[in-house]
């Protein structure tokens, strides 16, 4: 991230922070340490851009819209540029920009507008309204039915939506007419739920081999290293992220995975460093939250509860850009003694869509709050693909424990291991305890 | 073709939009776990073809040079500022002598990216003086391939790229030990050159602002000055070219890559698919001035032999109507070559986008299909009695130029937009004779011998535009 961008994040996340009442902690861009600061307010330097970069990127096309306000095109892209950049500050007041260009666009030009469409579409995607995304893919391909990020769209609403066999028909269509890296990629995801772990590694190794920018090749190798992590490959996965880093080294998920990687490898303090830096950076809740399950793990209780109030605070600022953040939210309660919170939200989230990620949160609140009765049909719901996931078999063997069942708790939890032995910073622990209470080592 | 078209309308805008920034347009607020995060490139410059040319070789006029452009506007500083073409993509010269819309000869492309130390990700470690210098870490070759009849003939193995130009620092001596020497021949007399080199489209952006109610009134900057781009030249005996009826060839880029399954229900797995054609560039501007926007993508994916499904948009293209709309009362005649006929025709426009023009370049039987055609028997220009030079080509008479075949120094955009005009009509406005966006040449000289091109902007250039 830039510096301008990293001072916008810091400005709206004290503003975040403030209306939730402040939790005594503020991230000064580049402030690993996190001591308490005072955000930036007016940097000079904040305001030079490198050329090149995103921030550059926006620069001009909103300087292209002020010299020509009719051209759609570029509001379609300056759109999607600004979903983009959304994701990559985790500053979600990008959004409504997003969205008041793109309806820009249209008002401009109302037919025949495809791209306004899937920037829509994108939007809808980021904020989590996946049945919204859906419904502007539709209108994108009934007026471009040979766009390839038509059905890129399309089809990440509809895995999102829980409707994989119609994703992958899309997905098919996106690489019978768009072959290349996003489309590829894809396909990988589509494989990798499906449990054909080589299968998913072979098509991300071809959408590597056809990035042709440092960027996109460190994307790619990044998910080759998500990819052999998953899978328990600690070393393949480190030569991975590593060689994402080399690539491009503003690409923070490596990081966070070289981050994950000295944690399993048991350097605890140095794996809380890096996380440290990496939300310094990158505030994504994803890694917030990570942060704060080693500190907890640590017995840092307090420093983890700043983390995980953090993470809130971000949720309540990504809702109030219109993102919704049911499912994130049931995941954290779950596991962080708020269960009856994570259940209503899982609850909610099960009532919008049907997708093995929320039969997995749902499942895992129903757990927390004791009804293990009802959370297997849904913890087996999210195994139904055939998806090699550690973290859904240990939940399932959590689930089977409670429930009494001795030996289906055993074994499951033990395939979580075999799978990835590092699956869960308080999952790899938890599973130790169950499996020592039920009288197996392991 | 239809990305670096889109950015050419979007004005500068597409500089720094390359296809890298829109990876992960997907949720951020989520757990890695729930959700993938998945790139829906907007734009894919290794397969954005930015222009064709075909044309008799001026240092030898006894063979035809091809010359194709990819990755558009690529920034010769800042980093990282080198340029790779994709692997496992064909490059395609497709080449129709028979006047069939299909092709008869291909020249393929194909590349492989080596790095040559696994412990980094540098370009250069160190000032590169020569192609097979241990100091440049990434490199590429490739092999080119003709295939005809259906028979393949790998005629250059593993052949070295010429590096992306990124300063002096590095490559002290550019031109001459790393683009110059990146030459390769055959036995046959066919030549091969790939490296970087400066963009050779010359033209005011700021004419695209027509389609969006802006004017040109500001016209007269080179908006692609400074810019690089990924080029492939070939130069062919025209012996191996010609057809069996005459001596006009067809020429169109395509780029393939090969499809997937999403899912194999036997359990095994398979690296690649069908190939699939992403990009296809024939006539400069056809995109702009005749494909309608929705059609772009189709349009890239489409074959000559099938296009006669164009002809309406040809008969009745945008541009027309928007200089119009934009200058009422500038071009007070309606075009129509043929008013007695119900709807709008454009016989000229069919002529020249379509068919090729009469004893000049139209082949013998040939039928409607979009493609850069070549008489490659016109005699060069300024040679014997042949026509003067002129960038206006065959509107002022210059036989040899654009759009007989295209030539570097021909001045596409005043050509395109004077015809679409209807210079070609009798009837035509007197202010379709002199339209033009003020750039009437390139920044940077092309190069009097193969590979013709200009060299690129250095990455030490401190102000390149």
């Known amino acids: ?442 | 073709m239809s990305n670096f078209r889109k950015a050419l309308i979007a004005g500068t805008a597409a500089v720094a939009l390359g296809a890298s920034i829109f990876v992960g347009l997907a949720p951020i607020a989520s757990r890695a776990s729930s959700h993938r995060e998945a790139p829906l490139t907007a734009a894919d410059p290794q397969i954005d073809n930015t222009d064709l040319y075909a044309f008799r070789s001026p240092d030898q006029p006894n063979s035809i040079s091809f010359v194709s452009s990819w990755i558009p506007f690529e920034e010769p500083a800042g980093g990282p500022n080198f340029y790779l073409f994709a692997e496992h993509t064909n490059y395609d010269v497709n080449i129709d002598n028979n006047g069939d819309a299909r092709p008869d000869i291909i020249y393929r492309w194909t590349f492989t990216t080596h790095y040559r130390s696994g412990a980094t990700f540098l370009y250069a470690t160190g000032p590169v003086t020569s192609l097979n210098d241990p100091n440049l870490n990434i490199y590429q070759t490739y092999d080119l391939t003709r295939i005809r009849n259906g028979n393949s003939v790998v005629l250059i193995n593993n052949a070295k790229v010429a590096p992306s130009n990124v300063g002096a620092g590095s490559m002290p001596n550019y031109n001459a030990h790393l683009f110059n020497a990146a030459v390769s021949t055959t036995g046959a007399g066919v030549r091969s050159w790939v490296g970087q080199s400066d963009d050779a489209f010359f033209l005011d952006l700021r004419v695209f602002d027509l389609l969006y109610g802006g004017n040109f009134s500001e016209a007269g900057d080179d908006t692609l000055t400074g810019f690089n781009v990924n080029t492939m030249v070939l130069s062919v005996p025209r012996g191996q070219l010609r057809g069996p009826n005459d001596s006009v060839i067809g020429i169109w880029n395509t780029a393939s890559r090969p499809s997937m399954r999403v899912q194999h229900t036997d359990g095994t797995q398979t690296f690649s698919g069908n190939d699939v054609q992403v990009s296809r560039l024939g006539m400069p501007l056809v995109n702009e001035v005749v494909v309608p926007v929705g059609l772009k993508d189709y349009f890239n994916a489409s074959k000559p032999k099938d296009d006669a499904q164009f002809l309406p948009a040809v008969n009745d293209p945008e541009l027309p109507h928007l200089l119009n709309a934009v200058y009422p009362g500038a071009f007070p005649t309606v075009l129509d070559s043929n008013p007695n006929q119900a709807g709008i025709q454009r016989s000229d426009l069919v002529t020249v986008f379509l068919r090729g023009l009469p004893g000049l370049n139209r082949p013998v039987g040939g039928s409607a299909s979009e493609m850069l055609r070549l008489n490659m028997d016109t005699p060069l220009c300024g040679t014997g009695g042949a026509p003067a030079c002129s960038r206006l080509g065959v509107l002022a008479g210059d036989v040899q130029g654009f759009p007989n075949g295209r030539r570097l120094s021909d001045d596409t955009i005043d050509i395109a937009l004077r015809v679409a005009m209807g210079v070609l009509l009798p009837n035509h406005d007197p202010a379709a004779e002199t339209l033009g966006d003020g750039v009437d040449a390139n920044e940077s000289p092309f190069l009097s011998t193969f590979p013709f091109v200009a060299y690129p902007h250095s990455g030490s250039d401190p102000s390149p535009h």
């Open chain 1, 1 to 442: 991230m830039t510096r301008a961008g990293r001072t916008v994040l810091a400005l709206t996340l004290a503003v975040a922070l403030f209306a939730v009442g402040g939790i005594g902690l503020l991230r000064r861009p580049g402030d690993a340490a996190g001591s308490p600061a005072a955000p930036a307010a007016a940097d000079p330097a904040a305001l030079a851009v490198a050329p090149g970069s995103q921030e550059a990127a926006i620069a001009t096309l909103q300087q292209r819209l002020r010299e020509v306000p009719g051209d759609w095109n570029a509001a379609n892209d300056l759109g999607l540029a600004y979903v983009q950049e959304a994701r990559v500050t985790a500053d979600p007041s990008y959004y409504p920009k997003a969205e008041a260009v793109l309806a820009a666009s249209l008002r401009t030009h109302p037919d025949d507008n495809a791209g306004a469409y899937v920037g829509l579409a994108a939007l809808a995607a980021a904020r989590h309204d996946f049945t919204g995304a859906l419904r502007n893919g539709e209108r994108a391909r009934r007026l471009d039915p040979y766009g390839g990020a038509v059905y890129g769209v399309i089809g990440d609403a509809l895995v999102e939506l829980g409707r994989y066999a119609a994703a992958g028909s899309a997905f098919q269509k996106m690489v019978d007419i768009a072959p290349g890296l996003s489309s590829y990629a894809r396909i990988s995801y589509v494989r990798e739920l499906h449990g054909d772990v080589a299968g998913a590694v072979l098509a991300m190794r071809a959408a590597r081999r056809v990035a042709g920018t440092a960027r996109d090749t460190s994307w790619a190798a990044y998910q080759l290293g998500e990819l052999a992590w998953n899978a328990g490959d600690l070393a393949g996965a480190a030569d991975r992220y590593r060689e994402a880093e080399q690539l491009d080294a503003a690409w923070i998920p490596s990081r966070a995975g070289m981050a994950k990687v000295a944690w399993a490898r048991g350097h605890v303090t140095t794996a809380i460093a890096r996380y440290r830096e990496v939300v310094a950076l990158y505030p994504l809740p994803e890694y917030v939250v990570a942060l704060g399950d080693l500190l907890w793990t640590t017995g840092d209780r307090a420093a983890a509860r700043q983390e995980y109030g953090l993470a809130r605070a971000e949720a309540a600022l990504f809702r109030a850009n219109g993102v919704n953040v049911d499912l994130e939210l049931a995941l954290l309660d779950a596991d962080h003694g708020r269960a009856g919170a994570a259940l209503r939200a899982a609850r909610v989230e099960w009532g919008r869509r049907h997708s093995i990620h929320v039969a997995d949160a749902l499942a895992w609140a129903l757990h927390a709050a004791g009804h293990d009765a009802e959370a297997i049909r849904f913890e087996r719901r999210a195994l139904a693909l055939g998806t090699r996931s550690a973290l859904f078999r240990y939940h399932l063997g959590m689930i089977e424990l409670g429930l009494g069942r001795r030996s289906a708790g055993v074994r499951d939890l033990r395939t979580a291991r075999a799978i990835n032995p590092h699956f869960s910073i308080l999952g790899v622990p938890a599973a130790r305890s169950a499996l020592a209470r039920a009288g197996a080592s392991g």
